[in-house]
């Protein structure tokens, strides 16, 4: 609509290198705000809105619909045009009239489907919101992460550093822990262990990293350990987020809980394994061709929503648990052979 030069994003310092590794908007144009602590958060989001004012954004888009916090930030942007999600009925954070575009949050759509539409909401008269005659995009092109033959390189001289058995085996990522935002995502995590014993014994060829934040480095190390294999490597806490990508390049599979790693792993080849339970696939699951959601389907799933702003009464995540190691093992065994078959120069059988 305007340009890649005229597109800003704003967001929190921790997640901006998603937006560089996707290199569609020039790096100046990714105003930022520091997370670190509560003073930080204030002075960052002052910093931010009296850069986009002197810049002069004549839109902003809030892409957020769990909190009020954004709506705020939008609205002290001066932005003549002010795109959000709006309480009509008691439906999800009142958010007052901040907004100029109002729309409806669909739980019908894929949140990527309900970000083009608030895109699109620009063009239309904000007097006929949120009565919208327009049909999102069934498929949108995806941005490709392109490492460096350089970053390739120093990615599989670290594998080897970690284990030097490793040469150009296989390799399958294992990610055991979603952020503690909402516990509720994660698989059990020794199920994780038992599919890696399970992998390594059907696929001699095969290495198991176990990867994670640097937060994460003690319980997936532990978890590493039982494995109790010379052909596991510990990856938690290693890596930049950016090297991070570049082993997703070098790796086969991914197997993670609903979680970051599952949508940034859509930007390389990889193929992906996503495990879903509280939340649903349909509305979260990342769009590429590589991946794939298990999901158990249990009548209480998926419990969290916009509407409820995330709040779960659950205290025991039996759709995740409701998903065995036999299904998962199925899974990857399935995508693996797969691949082995298409490297082969043979047609998969599937």
């Known amino acids: 609509m305007v340009g890649r030069e005229n597109v800003y994003f704003v967001v929190f310092e921790d997640n901006r290198f998603v937006l560089d590794a996707m290199e569609v908007i020039p790096v100046g144009n990714v105003i930022t705000i520091a997370t670190k602590n509560l003073f930080g958060l204030a002075t960052g989001a002052l910093r931010a809105v009296l850069q986009v004012r002197k810049i002069g954004i004549d839109a902003v888009v809030d892409m957020e619909f769990l909190t009020r916090f954004s709506a705020i930030l939008t609205f002290t942007t001066g932005a003549k045009s002010r795109v959000?999600?709006?309480?009509?009925?008691?439906?999800?954070?009142?958010?007052?009239?901040?907004?100029?575009?109002?729309?409806?949050?669909?739980?019908?759509?894929?949140?990527?489907?309900?970000?083009?539409?608030?895109?699109?909401?620009?063009?239309?008269?904000?007097?006929?919101?949120?009565?919208?005659?327009?049909?999102?995009?069934?498929?949108?092109?995806?941005?490709?992460?392109?490492?460096?033959?350089?970053?390739?390189?120093?990615?599989?001289?670290?594998?080897?550093?970690?284990?030097?058995?490793?040469?150009?085996?296989?390799?399958?990522?294992?990610?055991?822990?979603?952020?503690?935002?909402?516990?509720?995502?994660?698989?059990?995590?020794?199920?994780?262990?038992?599919?890696?014993?399970?992998?390594?014994?059907?696929?001699?060829?095969?290495?198991?990293?176990?990867?994670?934040?640097?937060?994460?480095?003690?319980?997936?190390?532990?978890?590493?350990d039982k494995v109790g294999s010379d052909r596991v490597i510990r990856l938690a806490g290693k890596t930049t987020l950016r090297q991070v990508l570049v082993l997703y390049t070098r790796s086969a599979i991914l197997v993670t809980n609903d979680s970051g790693p599952a949508h940034f792993a859509s930007m390389t080849p990889i193929r992906v394994v996503t495990l879903f339970g509280p939340e649903t696939p349909a509305l979260f699951a990342a769009r590429s061709p590589n991946a794939t959601a298990l999901w158990a389907g249990i009548a209480c799933s998926p419990c969290v929503n916009a509407y409820n702003n995330r709040q779960s009464v659950c205290r025991n995540n039996v759709c995740m648990q409701a998903i065995t190691v036999d299904d998962v093992f199925k899974e990857v065994s399935r995508i693996y052979d797969s691949i082995k078959m298409a490297t082969s120069g043979n047609s998969p059988a599937e």
């Open 84 to 224: 959000g999600f709006h309480t009509f009925f008691g439906d999800g954070p009142y958010r007052g009239d901040l907004m100029t575009h109002r729309l409806l949050y669909n739980p019908h759509l894929h949140i990527s489907q309900m970000f083009e539409a608030m895109v699109e909401a620009l063009t239309r008269d904000s007097a006929v919101l949120p009565t919208f005659d327009f049909t999102p995009s069934v498929n949108q092109p995806l941005a490709r992460f392109r490492p460096s033959p350089s970053e390739l390189a120093e990615i599989n001289a670290f594998l080897e550093r970690e284990n030097p058995r490793i040469g150009s085996a296989p390799l399958v990522l294992l990610n055991p822990n979603a952020s503690d935002l909402l516990p509720l995502r994660r698989w059990p995590p020794l199920r994780y262990v038992q599919l890696a014993r399970r992998l390594l014994e059907h696929y001699p060829e095969l290495f198991i990293g176990f990867t994670g934040a640097p937060s994460e480095t003690v319980p997936n190390n532990q978890l590493a």
